[in-house]
């Protein structure tokens, strides 16, 4: 298997958010959580945990989310 994108978690101040995932999106999560488990010889991640990094490393790969974000700082 390719190297993943996500890293190891980081351990940071939860904000609870409550979300309802489709049962594939939920497998795919289990799935995943393995995968980067084996990739760094840590115990699987619960599914949950994997969903804010995931989230971040998307609106960080955002090109179109990151230029209007600059924008708007200015």
């Known amino acids: 298997m390719s190297k993943l994108k996500l890293g190891p978690l980081e351990d940071d101040a939860p904000v ?15 799935d ?6 084996a990739e ?5 991640a619960e599914p ?7 989230l971040a490393r998307f609106m960080a ?5 990151v230029r209007g974000r600059k924008r708007s700082a200015v």
Do not use: E, Q, W
């Open 48 to 54: 949950f945990k994997l969903i804010a990094p995931m």
């Open 40 to 44: 760094t010889g840590a115990k699987p």
């Open 16 to 30: 609870k958010v409550t979300v309802d995932l489709p049962a594939a999106v939920h497998r795919d999560l289990v």
């Open 61 to 65: 790969s955002d090109r179109g989310f």
């Open 32 to 37: 995943y959580a393995k995968a980067l488990a």
